[in-house]
């Protein structure tokens, strides 16, 4: 990892940014539904401030993407971090029950600059390293995802009761402004290069050209099942942690810190793939979808841990195959459209996946909608393997029949 570092400089430079703004980020999030449940006492208050969280990704990320791929992608990451800045003190203000609004606001800006960065950072990733490099590196986004999960969610938590609610605001505006500073600093070679081919080369519509290849379809198609049955996932972590193991929210912050030991972790076979991305990104859906199942009969807490480590490190390896595929596959001055798309379905998906499970917990025993997504992931995963090995097998066969010709 250290080499890797050494070796790609610029990169070094992203990843440090998406750290420090990430761990700040999870610091605030935590801290914001801490204070509205004081102020309001309100679940659905909880409840409302995650969705709108998420919201803005359906009107702000295809906007992101477009801009990525016209404009500069580092000025687009400086500008959204600074202009977060503003918003992230916002919740400073915030005294009394009447005053809750301004919490709604904060948290859709942020979401909507969220919504907008994430397209340009993904798609400027190709313009920074090497190729030989592009797996390794697409390995190590899992392991900062584990970096704030570990360092935001458990350390926010504490933070937030011991320091209060003011200082991890500070803290969140803090981490935006010296990513902002590190970002500042990225020299992006390829990107001038990248945006005088865009202007020779016809842009055309993301969704036809995504209609033009049977791969880019069926990935399209994972970005549809894959986060519907995360949101599952999402929501039973607090339930598995306080009504299943009886332990509260040590037992929330040791799950999702054992998820951030996985995608961690996931960069010991990671750095090493090189071909058949796909095969092995579906198939270790197959296996997350069994351990799923496995954790929804535990009940030893320790044993759990185990297991959700091992769930969080097959999402790494399966993250970096489908990113890496992508950014193998789509052209450099098309990536910020079509990563800006797919984070729209994947953040729609998830959103209302959360409020079916919401909605399915009220009816249905907890550990048996935790089997059924795990159920969903096997299925999906042998399903999404199939396809694609039907198609490769298809275009084996056609470029046979051309040879023979």
Known sequence: MLSLFKEEKEYRKLFSAGVLNGIGDRF????????????????????LTLAIRVIPFLLFAPLGGWLSDKFSKKNILVSTDLIRIIFALSFLFVKSPDQVWVIYVGTFILGAGEAIYAPARKSIIPLLVEEKNLVKVNSLEQVMLGIILIGGSLSGGAASYFLGSEITFWANAISFLLAALILSRLHVKKESMTEQNSESVQQGNTIAFLFSSSLLLLLLASEFLIPLLNGIDNVLISVYAVEEFQFGDLGVGLFYGSLGMGLMLSFIVGERLHNH?????????????????????LHSISIAVLVYIIIGFCAGVGGTCFDSTLMRIVPKNKQGSVFGLFATISNSMIGISMFGAGVALEYADNRWLGMLGGVGFMISGALLLSVYLSLKNNKGKMNLMEDQR
Request: aromatic share 10%; no cysteine.
């Open 28 to 47: 605030s999030q935590v801290a914001v539904l801490a204070l509205l449940l004081e102020l309001t006492g309100s679940g659905f208050a909880v409840g």
């Open 277 to 297: 991305l796909l095969i092995i990104g579906f198939s270790v859906l197959i296996f997350e979808g069994l351990f799923l199942i496995i954790l929804s009969q």
